[in-house]
């Protein structure tokens, strides 16, 4: 069928020699008409929209995980990557906001500071400290050693240089990405509810807030997921964020594959069902059987129908010996290669945070794990003891299945709204910020019958709740949730690092002291003080950058002091504003409970830093930043944080050398698949390889681990790699100090698998004992999926 412009055209063509005045006077009018039009059109595209992916992996052998404080759980291999996701939103010639999401248990105040600093060499003042946010979706586990004050690195054995370059670079490069694929779009949010991806683990202290402010919600957790789609106008939809609570902690404190956990499984489960589907099918027609998306699942055909046929191929590949490799070949086997993009911006969906404090991802409940009963009410104990209290996944006991679970629930309410967002973002950017000194500020809170008193927040300290751990990890010792007595046994032992004085211990009151970090400055700064506070607005969308995780009720009274403030500003472009919560966002400082909550001294209200009046702080504090922004005015910076970068320290040992025995090169196969093997989809393939140790190549933007499928007679395609759900990547050595190591590959076949014939290969980087670093692979040998 011809065009409707072409038909045009041919019309005027075909009567231009016949009536030529009054052709060129309808063309004139039909060009007007059409430009209209078009205006009409372009006029959708109100912002330049621009989104950026990098790989932020991080160390996968000897580091210590952040999340859990557990000094056991050292990262050996690798579940799925980790990357850093941006979005920017600029007015065409006005002002501009970035916001990061990063698959890491939190942001870091260091990491924020350099970052900034690579941002104003690279674009001057274009970013800055006030329209840059960067967030943590609090997977716990990630390689740790990436903050900078001494409390959140002492379990990593100090500070990690490789796990915060790897976050700095990677966040950068999402930034300029993103910069660079600037171009005029639209971007629609959209709500909606999600009700089993989240339980209250702190109902007792959420129960000690008032009952007529409970009685106004139907849930103990917020169940609300906030999305926004973003569109370019030539591409179409480029990508989505969305915010909803719930704790990274389905992968429990015993794993150590690094992973981004729910949300960063929900992540990965989104790009890949766009890229499958071109997003322009709804989730239930395009969702694979076993729920996992994958993004290249059709590149090969069955071409083989004959069994026996697949057999022989398979028997004419056998394992080859480890021989040396670019690191670049790794790169580029990977099946996300951006090579495979051409022209086309690749589709980058985040999964962000928001008030996830008492939120947990185990939604079957707290059990004992001796007895099989519900864990104490009150305190999450058994037997009067916190150890044995867990937190069950719905995939119970298997924590991958919980992962997968919780994370494809997630991504299937994000597919739903993405597909039904209708409400356009219209209006300025605008952004601010401001620094504060949370361990002083005055707070004028009103009094019942009337006036007001000043109170103060309380220099950083943490409670006897807090080593009691929550029933996503519990803590070890005597420690209880709901202890606001504290014991003479652990104050002796406190008092060795620090004992706090009179003025502070009622100002932190009912909290019993167990760490005064607020107070402790040896070798450096054991806990922040100085903290940022951040909105970012687009159009009728507000997002209130925050540096800690704020509990449900918590989050629910900022959320609506501020959205009084705003509305009550006078301002029509806020009556139908929606604000959202990122939180740990730009630095990171533990909890945030309401009032009533920190009288409880649950874990939450231990680790609330700055004392009973932490959230009242923030909240007068957000509606000064509201005041100005309705208001056009300027807030002043305040007080910059420390920069801490020189004075770390690390105590984590260098790799020294990697070996193989006599005879054996980097890359052999250790134990290879049994001859003329074949597996079913659903069963699981593994094999080993003589390896090395992952610190040396973190492989970024490549792939430790390969599943390649046979295409014709001799051509293979990689079908799965380190990025993938199914296929996971596990480094070991015989022992702890051994020079020599295993990299174990464990494949669980998704039934979405094409039948054929397939082989799995392994790359790695060997040190030797002069420094040098030297690539390898291996493969092995094939076997077929039937």
Not at 151 to 166: E, H, N
Not at 704 to 728: M, N, Q, T
Request: one cysteine or more; aromatic letters at 10%.
């Amino acid at each position: 069928m011809r065009s409707f412009g072409g038909a045009m055209m041919g019309f005027f063509h075909f009567n231009l020699n016949k009536r030529r005045p009054c052709a060129n006077i309808c063309f004139w009018i039909f060009l007007v008409l059409l430009l209209q039009n078009n205006r009409g059109t372009l006029s959708v595209s109100n912002y330049l929209v621009g989104l950026g992916s990098y790989d932020i992996t991080g160390p996968a052998a000897d580091v210590n995980m952040m999340g859990y404080a557990n000094t056991e759980q050292i990262a050996s291999g690798v579940h799925f990557r980790l990357r850093a996701r941006t979005f920017i939103v600029a007015e065409p010639r006005g002002n501009r906001v970035v916001f990061v999401n990063l698959d890491a248990c939190m942001a870091s105040q260091l990491v924020t500071i350099k970052v900034l600093e690579r941002l104003k060499a690279r674009y001057g003042n274009l970013y800055t400290e006030n329209n840059v946010a960067i967030s943590g979706i609090h997977t716990h586990a990630g390689p740790g050693g990436y903050l900078q004050y001494v409390v959140y690195i002492v379990t990593s054995l100090g500070f990690v240089r490789q796990s915060f370059d790897v976050i700095v670079d990677g966040i950068e490069k999402s930034i300029i990405q993103a910069h660079e694929s600037l171009r005029p779009g639209s971007i629609f949010v959209n709500k909606g509810e999600l009700l089993d991806a989240g339980v209250n683990r702190s109902p007792s202290a959420y129960l000690n807030n008032p009952a007529a402010e409970r009685g106004k919600y139907k849930y103990d957790v917020d169940k609300e997921m906030t999305l926004l789609k973003f569109v370019d106008d030539e591409w179409g939809p480029v990508g989505s964020f969305n915010w909803f609570a719930t704790h990274g902690t389905s992968m429990s404190r015993t794993n150590s594959l690094i992973s981004g956990d729910n949300k960063g499984a929900a992540a990965r489960f989104m790009e890949d069902w766009f890229e499958e589907n071109g997003g322009g099918q709804a989730y239930s027609d395009s969702l694979q059987v076993d729920g996992v998306p994958r993004r290249v699942s059709n590149i090969i055909q069955n071409l083989h129908e004959n069994y026996d046929e697949l057999l022989e191929l398979a028997a004419s590949f056998q394992s080859t010996p480890g021989r040396p490799a670019t690191r670049f070949l790794s790169v580029a086997r990977r099946v996300r290669n951006p090579l495979r993009q051409a022209d086309k911006p690749g589709f980058v969906s985040a999964f962000c945070q928001t008030n996830c404090g008492d939120v947990s991802p185990n939604v079957l409940g707290a059990f004992c794990t001796d007895t099989g009963q519900p864990c104490d009410f009150n305190h999450s104990t058994c037997g009067g003891k916190n150890e044995l209290c867990y937190g069950r996944g719905p995939g119970y006991p298997d924590e991958f299945e919980s992962t997968r679970i919780i994370g494809d629930r997630q991504f299937r309410k994000a597919v739903d709204l993405f597909n039904k967002a209708t409400e356009q973002l219209k209006g300025k950017i605008d952004y601010r910020h401001t620094y504060l000194d949370f361990s002083k500020l005055n707070v004028t809170l009103p009094k019942q019958g009337g006036g007001s008193e000043v109170v103060k927040t309380c220099p950083a300290a943490m409670g006897f709740a807090f080593a009691a751990g929550t029933t996503d990890g519990p803590g070890a010792f005597d420690f209880k949730q709901g202890d606001d007595q504290g014991n003479p046994f652990w104050r002796l032992v406190r008092n060795v690092l620090k004992t706090p004085d009179e003025v502070q211990r009622d100002c932190h009151h009912p909290k019993p002291i167990l760490l005064d970090t607020g107070e402790m400055t040896k070798p450096y700064d054991w806990a922040p003080s100085i903290l940022p506070i951040q909105i970012l607005r687009i159009g009728q969308l507000v997002i209130l950058s925050v540096p800690g995780e704020f509990t449900t009720m918590a989050g629910r009274r900022l959320r609506d002091a501020l959205k009084t403030a705003l509305i009550s500003g006078g301002s029509k472009e806020f009556k139908n504003v929606h604000v959202v919560i990122a939180g740990l966002t730009n630095t990171y400082s533990q909890y945030v409970t309401t009032f009533e909550e920190y009288q409880v001294q649950r874990y939450e209200g231990a680790s609330t830093l700055f004392g009973p009046h932490t959230l009242s702080a923030y909240i007068q504090e957000f509606k000064k930043l509201a005041t100005a922004l309705v208001t056009s005015s300027t807030i002043e910076s305040g007080l910059q944080p420390p920069d801490l970068l020189d004075q770390q320290i690390s105590l984590l040992p260098p790799v020294v050398m990697d070996a193989t025995p006599p005879g054996v090169k980097f890359g052999d196969l250790y134990f290879d698949v049994p001859m003329n093997s074949t597996f079913k989809r659903g069963g699981m393939v593994n094999v080993t390889f003589w390896s090395a140790c992952p610190r040396n190549d973190l492989m970024t933007e490549g792939t430790f681990a390969l599943v390649e499928i046979l295409h014709g007679k001799d051509s293979w395609v990689p079908a799965y790699d380190d990025d993938d759900f199914c296929l996971r990547f596990k480094w070991s050595r015989p022992a702890k100090l051994s020079p020599r190591s295993y990299a174990t590959i464990e494949w669980r076949i998704p039934e979405s698998a094409a039948p054929g014939v397939y082989r799995i290969r392994h790359f790695g980087a060997s040190k030797s004992l002069f420094g040098s670093i030297s690539h390898f692979t291996g493969t092995s040998s094939a076997f077929v999926v039937a």
